[in-house]
């Protein structure tokens, strides 16, 4: 066979192949101008539709982007459709006919990209109907987290009709997602009372999975007559499912019980009497028995636990311990916030255990403050959490040793070569000896020391806040950068946050509405929202409040 005779055959089927596939062209200045519409089958704001083909025609070749989770169809029809793009159509058919007299929002997002550069049709949404008119109602507003200043972006916002509807069991009829920005907005709405929620759907499935998804609601419906704005819905993460026994046996050295879920609060007592002695594990779903009573083979117990949600578990169960011999978890503590204020007089802070304390030797908690100033700990400076094995510690001390201290290795006050005696070189040592605390299980902690340098007045600031609100009952909470609690007042309109190390900070306002002295995050099942917070910005719209040494910021507003 001649090779060269029929090459040319080859070289035609190849340059077919290259003209019929569709790819991005190479050379020449990027591509940034989306896809522009130039007309749909059915038009926008159309009636009478009887099809179940929607077919969207633009200016130049295109490609889809995952667009079962890009395009969001109202009234939802549970993604039963297909959709496809050959050249410059994007042709969609629906599985199923379509309802009678409904109007349908189809809001394609990020679905329908160009073939060159990817770049998204901007704003793609169409609505026809299948009656006579067109629904032209809208819900909008904005998805908030109450306990962070973040936009909620990404957020699946719903709407249904019915007072059954279960947000953990049923799928609603019309949504939406919410921009960077955290804002929604549902269009195509008729007349009618509708109930709302948010759900940060991470499964897809439009379904609340409390125990791994954020979500939020608001118990009021909404009856919709004319478009309805600043519709806030807050996203907190809140596990409602039933509180459970999982399990409850002997473990290593003590008898553990295990919950389904957190507790809040737990009580167990013995039906003989015997004095049980228990903690929260790891976590609050679990709690942990110590070995205290007598050599028995089991002690009937009676547990009562109580979760966020107000759900309860009450029950009994027999408390037995390994009869082998085990070696015990090591006993660990671990001190933080610590802080000694020189202007106040005071040494605060916390210390953290692993298991129940039994004994402590106040003598071994020190606060050095040079080799002859040291200051003891006594019994009523430490307040006990037995649940969470948490010493809080709150000294006052005497301001004279410490507001004209000096650092360790400083030169002393009297001048080499002077007569008299030279200053006392200066510790400034949080110490806990050996045997400081002794667990319940009878081992002992190990030394721990510290630098502790005492917080001169000019080396702190002051926060003062204004807070305007008409309600009550309110909490004005001053938070650290990563949103945790430093300081609070209850219901105070003038408030300063005084003694604060140089920082970012935030500033945050709780409207406590059951008046129990907390953010509550609400209860879906007996149509409790969440309390409203309110966070503090400056005028560059950042919720950071810089504070310097030796500074005063404020009075600073904030208002619900």
């Known amino acids: 066979m001649n090779v060269k005779k029929h090459l040319h055959w080859l070289l035609y089927i190849l340059f077919a192949l290259s003209c019929a596939r569709q790819t991005t062209p190479t050379g020449g200045p990027k591509d940034t101008i989306p896809p522009s519409f130039i007309s749909s089958n059915p038009a926008k704001g159309q009636i009478n539709f009887k099809g179940q083909e929607v077919e969207l025609t633009f200016n130049e070749a295109l490609l889809l982007n995952n667009p079962k989770e890009q395009i969001i169809i109202t009234p939802d029809i549970q993604k039963k459709y297909d959709i496809t793009v050959r050249k410059n159509k994007a042709h969609l058919e629906f599985e199923n006919p379509l309802n009678d007299s409904t109007t349908y929002s189809i809001n394609f997002r990020d679905a329908i990209q160009d073939i060159t550069e990817k770049n998204p049709v901007v704003n793609m949404k169409i609505a026809f109907s299948t009656g006579t008119y067109i629904d032209s109602?809208?819900?909008?507003?904005?998805?908030?987290?109450?306990?962070?200043?973040?936009?909620?972006?990404n957020a699946t916002v719903a709407l249904y009709q019915s007072d059954t509807f279960d947000i953990f069991r049923h799928k609603p009829t019309y949504l939406t997602q919410t921009n960077d920005k955290g804002l929604f907005r549902i269009e195509n709405l008729k007349h009618g009372t509708y109930f709302i929620y948010a759900i940060d759907d991470k499964n897809r499935n439009i379904i609340v999975d409390s125990k791994n998804e954020a979500y939020g609601f608001l118990a009021d419906t909404i009856i919709l007559h004319s478009n309805r704005s600043a519709v806030n819905i807050p996203l907190v993460k809140l596990d409602a499912r039933p509180l459970k026994l999982m399990n409850a046996r002997p473990y290593n050295t003590y008898f553990n019980i295990k919950l389904s879920k957190n507790l809040s609060a737990f009580t167990l007592t013995s039906e003989s009497g015997e004095i049980m002695i228990s903690s929260f594990a790891e976590d609050q779903s679990g709690i942990k028995v110590f070995n205290t009573i007598a050599p028995t083979d089991s002690v009937k117990v009676r547990m009562r636990g109580i979760d966020s949600v107000s759900n309860v578990v009450d029950t009994a169960?027999?408390?037995?311990?390994?009869?082998?011999?085990?070696?015990?978890?090591a006993f660990t503590m671990q001190p933080s916030a610590f802080k000694v204020l020189a202007n106040r007089g005071t040494l605060t802070g916390q210390i953290k255990f692993n298991k129940p304390v039994l004994d402590v030797n106040y003598d071994s908690i020190l606060y050095k403050i040079d080799s002859l100033n040291t200051i003891r700990l006594q019994p009523q400076d430490l307040r006990w959490d037995s649940l969470r094995n948490v010493a809080t510690v709150y000294k006052v001390i005497d301001k004279s040793l410490v507001t004209t201290a000096r650092e360790n290795g400083h030169p002393a006050a009297t001048q080499p070569g002077a007569k008299g005696p030279r200053e006392k070189t200066k510790t400034f040592?949080?110490?806990?000896?050996?045997?400081?605390?002794?667990s319940i299980e009878l081992d002992s902690s190990a030394q721990v020391s510290e630098p502790l340098k005492p917080l001169q007045f000019d080396e702190t600031g002051i926060i003062l806040v204004t807070v305007e609100t008409k309600e009550s009952s309110f909490i004005v909470q001053l938070l650290d950068k990563t949103s945790k609690v430093i300081q609070s007042h209850r219901n105070l309109k003038k408030v300063s946050f005084e003694d604060l190390t140089p920082d970012d900070y935030q500033l945050r306002l709780v409207i406590d509405r059951n008046n129990d002295g907390r953010w509550s995050p609400g209860n879906f099942y007996k149509r409790i929202e969440a309390e409203p917070t309110v966070f503090y910005y400056n005028e560059q719209r950042s919720p950071a409040i810089k504070l310097k040494a030796n500074f005063e910021i404020g009075p600073l507003l904030i208002t619900y």
């Open 429 to 438: 040592q949080l110490y806990l000896g050996k045997s400081a605390f002794v």
């Open 317 to 329: 169960f027999y408390v037995k311990f390994n009869k082998r011999d085990v070696k015990k978890e």
């Open 137 to 153: 109602l809208s819900i909008e507003g904005k998805v908030t987290n109450p306990l962070e200043p973040k936009e909620v972006k």
